[in-house]
T-cell receptor, first 109, second 113 residues
Framework: GQQVMQIPQYQHVQEGEDFTTYCNSS?????IQWYKQRPGGHPVFLIQ?????EVKKQKRLTFQFGEAKKNSSLHITATQTTDVGTYFC?????????FGAGTILRVKS | NAGVTQTPKFQVLKTGQSMTLQCAQD?????MSWYRQDPGMGLRLIHY???????DQGEVPNGYNVSRSTTEDFPLRLLSAAPSQTSVYFC????????????FGPGTRLTVL
């Protein structure tokens, strides 16, 4: 079945450093979504990318969708303590979403 | 709107017991789903429903049953709990299809002894 791989599994950064998580699908996707889960919380939708090569920004967060629509990345510029949590990508698998394992981000202040 | 609600928040079961996790949404969403979250494994789809009266299996359906008699409710039943079902369970809903933005409930933390 379809698989969505996400790396790294875990990253610990100093406040102010940048952070990137990468997502790769075994199949071509029609769209990809990103979610954030704060510690002890539930996943919250961040964004959906649909077009090949698409780049979207939300303040310090930059999301990219690869040209082949099989990979994506989330980049956070100048991390803050409020960025801590787990970031998930999710690719469409027919009529359902297939989630990556997530990247846990910890920020040292 | 309350969004997606789940009850209970915490539950401890003994092996072999059965129980139902409740999920309800008040957004008139057609699509609802259940995920389990285990450390290092992300969110794995258990069952999903594209509308009232229609359900289908996800990635890890064994040991779980669902039904969708109304648009609002999508309960998850554990038939005979096993320690391997210790996990955090999330219910989610979306307007139409499974590849739309998912709205998640607060989760149920289940421990099976």
């Amino acid at each position: 079945g379809q698989q969505v791989m996400q790396i790294p599994q875990y990253q610990h950064v100093q406040e102010g450093e940048d952070f990137t998580t990468y997502c790769n699908s075994s199949t071509t996707l029609s769209n990809i979504q990103w979610y954030k889960q704060r510690p002890g919380g539930h996943p919250v939708f961040l964004i959906q990318l649909v077009k090949s090569g698409e780049v979207k920004k939300q303040k310090r967060l930059t999301f990219q969708f690869g040209e082949a629509k099989k990979n994506s990345s989330l980049h956070i510029t100048a991390t803050q303590t409020t960025d801590v949590g787990t970031y998930f990508c999710a690719g469409d698998g027919g009529n359902k979403l297939v989630f990556g394992a997530g990247t846990i981000l910890r920020v040292k202040s | 709107n309350a969004g997606v609600t789940q009850t209970p928040k915490f539950q401890v079961l003994k092996t072999g017991q059965s129980m139902t996790l409740q999920c309800a949404q008040d957004m008139n969403h057609e699509y609802m789903s259940w995920y389990r979250q285990d450390p290092g494994m992300g969110l794995r789809l258990i069952h999903y429903s594209v509308g009232a009266g229609i359900t289908d299996q996800g990635e890890v359906p064994n040991g779980y049953n669902v039904s969708r008699s109304t648009t609002e409710d999508f309960p998850l039943r554990l038939l005979s709990a096993a320690p391997s079902q210790t996990s955090v369970y999330f219910c989610a809903s979306s307007f139409l299809a499974g590849d739309n933005e998912q709205f998640f409930g607060p989760g149920t933390r289940l421990t099976v002894l």
